[in-house]
């Protein structure tokens, strides 16, 4: 193992290989589902994930790991590394930078020789996926922990991230719109979309038409990349030929050097519905 071991959130939506590739130690938050509890991506796997919420949305809920979590993954990376980063989701929508920081100082005794940096990352999904990835190449490169945190702290200046709903009806879990309105826009089969700043959703429009709503995201990421290359992670929520079609789309589109698809964590699905689409991204500078 690498004296720095990186420990992240599994909504960072990262694929598998890319997890066993830099030795990713993952933590994951909890899905209930009728009185059943299951680990995100290690339990259930996303695509089972979805199913259970589209079949009975009332039943189904999400909770932050507990500290006792983040302490099982410490010990565990602290046998052979000299030092952990570990990156979470933004703090301003979850509890998990808080039970990681709290689980820090419930082993500071015990891996006196390790020292632990968490990191909160301000982001979700794969724009957090790709800040992880920052760190994962500096240590595969010989950084240390400072140039480890150094990439990554780089790398949450720099990505973006955009995402289209299938539905607005659950949209309110979000915390940015009223639950009266995604009431009244689901009736309306409105559409929104969404951009990620200062560690929170935003919503930046609405749509009538899925399509028309994915134009609009690929020419704001037009707009904000120019014509650098790009590093793109591409989402779907339950939908794999939507988010193959999109990728053919932003591969077509963009100068891309790096491009994956993965399946939006059922954590953020809670919030976004099933369908939803979306772009993590950075441009090259």
């Known amino acids: 193992m690498s004296k720095v071991a990186l420990v992240a959130d599994s909504i960072a939506c990262l694929p598998r290989e890319m997890v066993e590739r830099y030795g990713i130690e993952i933590v994951s938050p909890n899905i209930y589902f009728d009185g059943q509890i299951y680990r995100d991506w290690i339990d259930i796997s996303p695509s089972d994930a979805y199913r259970l919420l589209e079949k009975a949305p009332d039943l189904f809920s999400t909770s932050a790991p507990p500290p006792a979590a983040f302490v099982e993954a410490y010990r565990k990376v602290g046998v052979d590394a000299e030092a952990v980063l570990v990156i979470t989701l933004s703090s301003k929508v979850s509890t998990v930078y808080n039970a990681a920081v709290a689980a820090r100082d419930l082993v500071q005794g015990e891996l006196n020789r390790v020292r632990i940096e968490v990191l909160d990352s301000m982001t979700a999904t794969g724009a957090e996926g790709f800040v992880v990835l920052a760190a994962a190449r500096a240590v595969e490169n010989g950084k240390g922990l400072d140039g480890a945190l150094w990439a990554a702290k780089a790398a949450m200046h720099k ?61 704001e990421m037009h707009r904000r990349t120019g014509r650098k290359p790009v590093h793109v992670a591409v989402h779907h929520a339950g939908a794999p030929e939507e988010g193959e079609r999109l990728r053919s789309r932003v591969q077509q589109e963009f100068n891309c050097v790096e491009l994956w698809v993965t399946e939006m964590s059922p954590i953020m699905g809670y919030s976004t519905g099933t369908g939803a689409l979306g772009l993590a991204f950075y441009a090259e500078e």
């Open 159 to 219: 990505v973006d991230l955009l995402f289209v709903l299938e539905t607005i009806r659950h949209a309110y879990r979000t915390g940015r719109i009223p639950k009266i309105a995604t009431q009244l826009g689901a009736w309306l089969s409105v559409r929104p979309m969404f951009t990620w700043e200062n560690g929170v959703a935003r919503l930046i429009g609405v749509t009538r038409n899925k399509e028309k709503g994915l134009n609009q995201l690929l020419e």
